[in-house]
């Protein structure tokens, strides 16, 4: 997604006709993609701290600057928020910006961690993380009918992703993108509900674009069995 808040383009008309083919095709095999050593080790350091701390964990993944990722801690003292991105330059923005705004940059409980998602999902459902909330805010929605399967829900770690919390909370200014997923986790026996939405602090710099610019976002919030 760009830096822009451009309404998004795409080639499609509905929900892909592909979608209930790739869902089922990840859910009936194993994802085996190799651990990337970096997010080994980024996901080492911060699982010490979780199996030490007693209390809710919630997940920020793709965090991008990590906005969020302090907001949530603010709002949730009691809580460990762990933020999720794989670019290092997004999440030395976060230090930067936070500097600027005379913020807290590590609060005891927020974390900002560089790792792949793809690899990250799957450890952290080995180690049976007790994660109460996982938000997905504002993904990269991959809009081209081609990219499907770059779309979380079309993705080969779906099926690990959406074993990660009590609730699963993505916003998005696409609402076929939320509609998509929401097909995705019903294939998988899941449910969730969609609903415009508008925040009175918005949680990410593309939502508070977003809504300056006068576009409608959407909430998609999914319940663990």
């Not at 809009?143 to 399967?149: A, E, G, I, N, R």
């Not at 200014?173 to 509900?193: D, K």
């Not at 969609?194 to 610019?213: G, N, W």
Request: glycine letters at 6%; a neutral charge; aromatic letters at 8%.
């Amino acid at each position: 997604m760009s830096g822009d808040s451009k309404v998004i383009v795409t080639n499609q008309s509905g929900i892909h006709e592909k979608l209930n083919e790739v869902v089922n095709k990840h859910l009936s095999t194993q994802f085996q993609k190799p651990y990337q050593q970096h997010t080994k080790q980024a996901f080492a350091e911060i699982d010490l701290i979780v199996q030490q701390f007693d209390g809710e964990i919630i997940l920020d993944a793709c965090c991008g600057v990590g906005q969020s990722t302090r907001i949530l801690a603010q709002q949730n003292p009691d809580a460990l928020v762990i933020g999720v991105d794989k670019s290092a330059h997004r999440l030395k923005r976060n230090v930067e910006q936070a500097k600027l705004a005379n913020d807290v940059v590590s609060a005891e409980n927020c974390h900002l961690i560089r790792a792949d998602l793809n690899d990250f999902y799957r450890l952290v459902l080995a180690a049976k993380w007790p994660v109460t909330r996982h938000y997905v805010l504002y993904p990269n929605p991959w809009p081209k009918s081609k990219h499907l399967q770059r779309r979380w829900h079309g993705s080969g770690v779906f099926p690990q992703m959406i074993k990660i919390g009590q609730q699963i909370i993505l916003r998005s200014n696409w609402l076929l993108y939320l509609q998509e997923f929401l097909q995705a986790v019903e294939i998988a026996g899941l449910t969730g509900e969609i609903k415009s939405f508008v925040s009175d602090e918005p949680l990410t710099p593309f939502e508070a674009k977003y809504q300056a610019s006068g576009q409608q976002c959407w909430q998609l919030v999914v319940m663990a069995n």
